[in-house]
């Protein structure tokens, strides 16, 4: 599975047993839902989620796992390659290769990410999905499954300690592993949700549900410029990339970095929780983040009664290995 920073993929059951005591069938919103994993897992008890992240390819993955309902059936695709299946489709994507692309000479020839042969097969790939993309031959349902599916396939040969922040020096062991594109198998069973792209305060001002979520950045690590090539790629944008950034940043950088930095502090979630009408409130927070926990634990004890309960939980993967944190979650009812 993709690795992303503040992942809950090890904690998300535990946590909605914790958040669903008492509901069922509840419609949860889910602020800054990242891959989806905790969305996923209120989807599979039956709740109606609505998740939202202010990046393009964290979207695409909960797109996939709240909103579709199985995979797609590609029919203008088959009809455009005269093919008859899903598999027909995965072989005609991993038979592509373009080694002079954009993305080959940017990602394997300039800066070590991954290797020129797989670079040449996933550059090819995303041409292919653009184009499909462009003559109108997917819909929104496919779109979001043809590039979670690349982008976890992708994953899975980088070069990379985990982000796109940096490459390794030398090639890891994975990276020298043959790129082959695979379903991305995220579709979970449960009621249809809504995966929105965009600022939570601005989509949830004034909507109700009975459990709001949150899973606020823990810190000021700006997830646009540690995950700038997934994000490139999932906006289907072939950016002019800076020569002097070691990691290949676009020339244009993102904008979005100022609004996570926000969004991890005390005033901006304390205006979302004002803003959203909520019956219960579940906030998940690690140990040493930048909200101080007295001061959280006191900000959210006046929005009516808090229990507070403590669970182990992996951190951040890298090639150093996991590391063991709590994480506190917090439940009020009002
Ligand atoms: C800690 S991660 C969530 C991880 C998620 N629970 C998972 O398991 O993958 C925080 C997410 O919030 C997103 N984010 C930051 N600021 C946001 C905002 N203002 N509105 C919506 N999403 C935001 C980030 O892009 C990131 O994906």
Same mark, same amino acid.
């Given at each position: ?11 998300a059951?535990?946590?909605?047993n ?10 949860v ?8 994993? &905790? ?8 709740c109606?989620?609505?998740?939202c ?8 993955f ?6 579709? =309902?199985?995979?797609p ?5 088959r ?6 299946? =899903? ?19 940017e990602y394997?020839?300039?800066r ?10 996933i550059?090819?790939v ?9 003559l =109108? ?20 040969v980088?070069n ?13 062991r ?14 979970v ?11 939570a ?6 909507k109700?549900? =009975? &459990?709001?979520?949150?899973d ?7 997830y646009?410029r540690?995950? +700038? ?8 944008e ?12 676009? &020339?244009?950088?993102?904008t ?7 969004a991890?502090?005390?005033p ?7 803003s959203? +009408? ?15 926990l ?24 890298s ?16």
């Amino acid at each position: 599975m993709f690795r992303y920073f503040g992942s809950k993929a090890s904690t998300a059951s535990v946590v909605a047993n914790i958040a669903l005591d008492g509901y069922k069938d509840a419609t949860v919103a889910d602020a800054f839902g990242g891959l989806g994993n &905790i969305g996923a897992e209120f989807k599979k008890r039956g709740c109606s989620v609505t998740a939202c992240d202010l990046l393009h390819f964290p979207n695409a993955f909960q797109h996939v796992r709240l909103v579709c =309902e199985g995979l797609p059936n590609f029919s203008r695709v088959r009809k455009f390659l005269g093919v008859d299946s =899903e598999e027909d489709i995965l072989s005609y994507l991993n038979s592509q290769f373009s080694d002079g692309c954009w993305f080959a000479k940017e990602y394997a020839e300039a800066r070590g990410f991954f290797t020129a042969t797989n670079a040449a097969k996933i550059g090819a790939v995303w041409l292919k999905i653009k184009s499909w993309k462009n003559l =109108e031959l997917i819909d929104i349902d496919e779109e979001k499954f043809l590039i979670a599916s690349l982008l976890n396939s992708m994953d899975a040969v980088a070069n990379t300690a985990g982000t796109y922040y940096a490459y390794l020096k030398g090639w890891d062991r994975k990276s020298l592993k043959e790129f082959s594109f695979e379903w991305y198998r995220g579709v979970v069973k449960g009621p249809k949700g809504i995966a929105v792209r965009g600022d939570a305060l601005s989509y949830l001002t004034d909507k109700s549900f =009975e &459990i709001l979520y949150l899973d606020p950045p823990y810190n000021g690590r700006d997830y646009s410029r540690y995950y +700038h090539l997934p994000e490139t790629l999932a906006k289907f944008e072939e950016v002019s990339i800076d020569s002097n950034s070691k990691c290949g940043q676009p &020339i244009l950088r993102s904008t979005v970095g100022t609004q996570i930095r926000n969004a991890m502090k005390l005033p901006y979630l304390m205006e979302l929780i004002n803003s959203v +009408h909520w019956e219960r409130l579940v906030v998940q927070y690690a140990d040493g983040a930048h909200i101080c926990l007295n001061e959280l634990k006191q900000a959210l004890g006046g929005q009516g009664t808090l229990t507070v309960h403590e669970i182990p939980a992996l951190g951040y993967q890298s090639t150093n290995g996991t590391r063991q944190h709590t994480h506190h979650v917090f439940v009020i009812d009002k």
